[in-house]
Structures are given as structure tokens and as C-alpha cells.
């Protein structure tokens, strides 16, 4: 997903910067960008570690010029019983879903707030990429889901904080996306997930995308502050 929305903002004329762990991805992005004529800056970071997070935005902040838009789309699901779940597991949706974007955000709120005062489009964006899973509780997806919750509710708070000073804050929650979501599971949930999808039409990658390219392409005046987007078969 975050791909997508690399390549879709840069569709709509912004200069990208892609930050990830894997630096082939991040290569294979960027060139995409580059080959259909727009900017693309690669950042190699771990967002889980505070001061490879800070020190990325401030990088992207020297190299762009500033900072517009945001988008906290790095995430991770390991979904399965709470009973016999490794602990591991919790602690890297954790480190991942709710320390990596608080690590980004405290870093770039400054410079989104600078922006929303002085750039051109006098308003700045940021966006969280959250989960049908921060809405809606389900057997085997506790921990994931209370990581979801928490991006809601943090995303919420702090677009209160900041709406007066024009950075509009969104929260994007996308059902089933075929993507590599599920490969990182255990064998036996990896299975049992193919199971409950198989024959389901999921979203793709791009649908998300357009909507995160609809959400920071309002006018000023406009705040889409929560977008749920699921596939058409999804009941959950």
C-alpha cells in the first residue's frame, strides 16, 4: 500500500519521499517516480527505532524543502489466538504499529505545522493508515485490533489539537487489501486466512491509494477526517 501511495501523490505532483526498511523496495519505488517524470527521495530507515525516525524526516525536511503531507501508512498484522500467541509477535505489532508512528509524528509535526502556515496551499496533511480492525473487534485479531483501536483514537485527539492550525489530521481504514499482509503469519493462520478469503474480489493496493490522493487534495476548507473503505464483499 504504501507503493501506491507513493506513486499516486507523485501522480498529483508531489515530491515523494519513500521511507521503508528494505532499500530495494524503496529503490524499485523511486524509480517508478523518476521514470514518469516526478521526484523521488529514498530514506532507508527502522521507524521503530526513535532516532532513525527523526532523523529520517529531518533528512526529508533538508532534501524537499519541507514537509506537506504525511502519510503513516508502515504497519504490521500477526493475527491468532491470544492463548497461544508468542509474545514476540505482540511486541512487533506494537513496535511497528504504535511506536513507529508516534516516532514519525512527533518528528515531522513540527515542519507540517510550519507548512500549514507558510507553503503554498496553506494547509498541511496527515494521514494514518488504520484497519477495519480499529472498528471492529474479531476472534484471533485482539492485539492487531488494539493497536488499530489506538491509531484511531490517537488520530482523533490529535486532530483536535492541531485543527486550528490548519494541519488536518485523517484516519483511512481499509478492510482486506491483497497485499503481503498475511504472509507473515504462522503457517497454520496463514492457511486458515487463505481459507476465509479464498474467492473474495479484495481491494488492491491503488484503491487505497486514490484514497488517501482524495483525502489530502480537498480544498482547504475541507477536512476528510475518517475514510472506511472496504471490499464489496466484506461484511466485517
Known amino acids: 500500500m504504501g507503493a ?19 532499500r530495494d523496495r524503496l529503490d524499485e519505488v523511486a524509480g517508478k517516480i523518476v521514470a514518469a517524470g516526478g521526484t523521488a527521495l529514498v530514506v532507508e530507515a527502522d521507524i521503530t527505532d526513535q532516532g532513525q525516525a527523526a532523523a529520517a524526516v529531518e533528512r526529508v525536511v533538508a532534501e524537499l524543502g519541507r514537509l506537506d503531507v504525511l502519510v503513516n501508512n508502515a504497519g504490521m498484522g500477526l493475527p491468532g489466538p491470544v492463548l497461544d500467541a508468542p509474545a514476540q509477535e505482540w511486541e512487533r505489532m506494537l513496535a511497528v504499529n504504535v511506536h513507529g508512528l508516534l516516532h514519525v509524528t512527533h518528528a515531522a509535526l513540527p515542519h507540517l505545522l510550519r507548512a500549514a502556515e507558510d507553503s503554498p496551499r496553506r494547509v498541511a496533511d496527515l494521514g494514518n493508515i488504520s484497519s477495519t480492525a480499529g472498528r471492529v473487534a474479531r476472534p484471533g485479531t485482539a492485539v492487531y485490533s488494539m493497536t488499530k483501536f489506538g491509531v484511531n483514537g490517537f488520530t482523533e485527539a490529535l486532530r483536535q489539537e492541531v485543527m486550528r492550525q490548519r494541519l488536518r489530521v485523517s484516519v483511512i481504514e481499509p478492510g482486506t487489501v491483497d497485499t503481503e499482509f498475511v504472509t507473515h503469519s504462522r503457517d497454520h493462520i496463514r492457511a486458515s486466512l487463505d481459507q476465509q478469503l479464498a474467492g473474495m474480489e479484495m481491494l488492491r493496493p491503488e484503491d487505497v491509494a486514490d484514497t488517501v490522493a482524495f483525502v489530502v487534495t480537498r480544498h482547504r476548507r475541507v477536512s476528510v477526517n475518517e475514510v472506511l473503505v472496504r471490499a464489496s464483499e466484506q461484511t466485517w
Request: proline share 0%.
Open 4 to 22: 501506491a501511495v507513493a506513486l499516486g501523490l507523485a501522480a498529483e505532483g508531489a515530491a515523494v519521499a519513500v521511507l521503508a526498511r528494505r
